[in-house]
C-alpha cells in the first residue's frame, strides 16, 4: 500500500461559497485533480535510506484555484538595517516538565500557549471556473519567535497570500507583513507590530530522542486556535518527500490536522523543538505527523530576517520548465518529455560553462533529472562555489558541462 503525505493545509474556501462538512472537497471532474502547489511532479525511481517519497496527493482546493507560483516577490528586512538580531531566550522559563503528570502537561501548556498564534491568509484569484476575481482564504499556525513580533511558520501557509492576519492567544489581530520566505525548508518569517510578546523558549532538536513526550500547538481546522495535542517524538532525521520537495523532518504521534502548519511542537519542559509542516494521509495510517527541526528553522528564520533569503543556497543561475505533455511540447517546439533550460542568468556559472536556453537537462551530479523538483534535490547537499556536473542534451547530442555554483538569493 502506497505511503501518501502532504503539507498539513487548513481548508481553502471560496469566498463566498458554502462547502461542504470538512476541511476539503473534490473538484468538479471538468477541472482534474491537483494540489495546492499545482500537479505532483512525477517520483524519482532511485531512493535512499529513511526516504518517504510522496503519491497522490489527497488534498485539492475549492474552485480549482491553484497556488502554483510563490508570493508575489518577499519582502527583505528594513531597508539599512545593520544590527544584527538575535534570538534570545527569555530570562525565565516555561514550567518544568519533569514527568508526564496530567499536572506538568497543564502546566506546560498553559506556558508555550502564548507564544503559538493563528495565522489566516486571503489571496485574490482569477478562477476560470467560477469567472472572474475570487477571494480565496486559508489558515495556519505560527510561533513567535522574538517579543518585538517576529513570527515563523511555514512556507505553504503564507504562498501567493495577499494579505496575512495573525491572531494571538488573547484574540488581539494584527496586519502581518511578510520578511521572508524559504520554499526549500518550508520555513517563512512573519513580522507584526507589537511589543512584549512572549517568544518561545528554543530547545535544541540535536539533542530529541525517540520516546520523548512531544506536544503540538496550532489551528486545526483553521478554526481550533491554541489546540495542544500530545504524543511523543516516534523518528528522526526523516527524509520525506512532500510534492516534490525532500526535508528531513521530525516524526511525531501527536494528532495533526489541517491547519496545524507552522505551529509549535514543544517537548515536556515547554521548550520548541520542531515547527509542524507535514501529515500522512495514507488510507491506514495514523499518528503520522511531522515536523521541521527547530535548530534548521531557526537558523533560516535568522538568515530571513537578516537578508530576506538563506544565504549560502547554491544555484546553477537557470530557470527550468518541465514538459511533461504533447500539448506543451508543440508548444515550446521541442520533440521529447523532459526538463529544459528556459533562461540562463547572464554571468553565472551556467552562463560560464556554456549552457544554452533549450538545452535538455539530463542529470545534474549523480541525478537523474525528471522533474524540476530533481534539480532542486540535486543541490540540497551543495554550497555556493561547489563544481557540478551536469549532462544536457542539446540538439540530440550529449554533452557534459562542469558548472560552479553560485549563491542563490531568492526563495
Partial sequence: ??????????????????PAPGPYQPLPPEMGEQGPLGPEPPRKKKG???KIVSGALALVLVAGVSFGGGYAGFKAASAGQTDRI??????????????????NLVGVINAVNPSVVAVTTEQMV???????????SGAGSGVIFTADG???????????????????????????????????????????????????????????????LSIAVGNPLGTLSNTATDGIISGLDREVTVQGNTMRLMQTSAAVSPGNS????????????????????????????????????????????????????????????????AQTAMQYGVSSFGVYVQSVTSGSGADKAGMKVGDRIVSVGSQLVESTSDVTNA???LN??????????????????????GERTQA
Avoid: C
Fill in 1 to 18: 500500500m502506497e505511503n501518501k503525505w502532504e503539507y498539513d493545509y487548513s481548508g481553502l474556501y471560496h469566498n463566498g461559497y458554502t
Fill in 48 to 50: 535512499r535510506g529513511k
Fill in 86 to 103: 538575535v534570538y534570545q531566550a527569555p530570562t525565565s522559563t516555561p514550567a518544568s516538565g519533569t514527568g508526564t503528570t496530567a499536572a
Fill in 126 to 136: 482569477t478562477s476560470n471556473f467560477w469567472g472572474g476575481q475570487q477571494v480565496v
Fill in 150 to 212: 517576529y513570527i515563523i511558520t511555514n512556507n505553504h501557509v503564507i504562498e501567493g497570500a495577499q494579505q496575512i492576519k495573525v491572531k494571538l492567544s488573547d484574540d488581539t489581530e494584527y496586519t502581518a507583513k511578510l520578511i521572508g520566505t524559504d520554499s526549500q525548508s518550508d520555513i517563512a518569517v512573519l513580522k507584526i507590530d507589537a511589543t512584549g510578546l512572549t517568544p518561545a523558549v528554543l530547545g535544541d532538536s540535536d539533542s530529541v530522542q525517540v520516546g520523548e
Fill in 262 to 325: 507552522g505551529g509549535g511542537l514543544f517537548n515536556a519542559n515547554g521548550e520548541l523543538v520542531g515547527i509542524v509542516n507535514a501529515k500522512s494521509t495514507g488510507e491506514y495510517a495514523e499518528g503520522l505527523g511531522f515536523a521541521i527541526p527547530i535548530n534548521t528553522a531557526k537558523q533560516v528564520a535568522q538568515d530571513l530576517i537578516e537578508n530576506g533569503y538563506v544565504t549560502g543556497r547554491p544555484a546553477l543561475g537557470i530557470t527550468v520548465i518541465s514538459i511533461s505533455d
Fill in 379 to 381: 543541490l540540497k547537499d
Fill in 384 to 405: 555556493a562555489g561547489d563544481v557540478v556536473e551536469v549532462q544536457v542534451d542539446r540538439s540530440r547530442e550529449l554533452m557534459t558541462l562542469n558548472i560552479t555554483l
